[in-house]
Nanobody, 126 residues
């Protein structure tokens, strides 16, 4: 069993920055690709970004390209989401997730992820 705990959410003004962290338990962190997803009120969960096991490959949703960056530190069993130039439409609960599937990269399909955190709220004011 892997536990994921997100932190770093909060209220930020449009144009500002925020850094989310996701700490994981266990000694198998490097065996998981990691992803960030978000869900806004009344909307379905959507893919934000993911990173491969080694950190060499990342994927980003078009809506966050050029603004968000995902990174991971396998020595600290943690994954991060740097959010820059945030917009009101970025307001959502952000979830990190761990994925055992392996193809050298990572997947945007949330249904295949094995473990999920409880989420952290990000609110962007205009």
């Amino acid at each position: 069993q892997v536990q994921l705990v997100e932190s770093g959410g909060g209220l930020v003004q449009a144009g500002g920055s925020l850094r989310l962290s996701c700490a994981t338990s266990g000694r198998t962190f490097s065996q998981f690709a990691m992803g960030w997803f978000r869900q806004a009120p009344g909307k379905e969960r959507e893919f934000v970004t993911c990173i491969s096991r080694s950190g060499s490959t990342t994927n980003l949703a078009d809506s966050v390209k050029g603004r968000f960056t995902i990174s991971r530190d396998n020595t600290k069993n943690s994954v991060y989401l740097q959010m820059n130039v945030v917009k009101p439409e970025d307001t959502a609960v952000y979830y990190c997730a761990a994925d055992r599937r392996f193809d050298g990269g990572c997947f945007s399909d949330g249904k295949g992820y094995d473990y999920w955190g409880q989420g952290t709220q990000v609110t962007v004011s205009s």
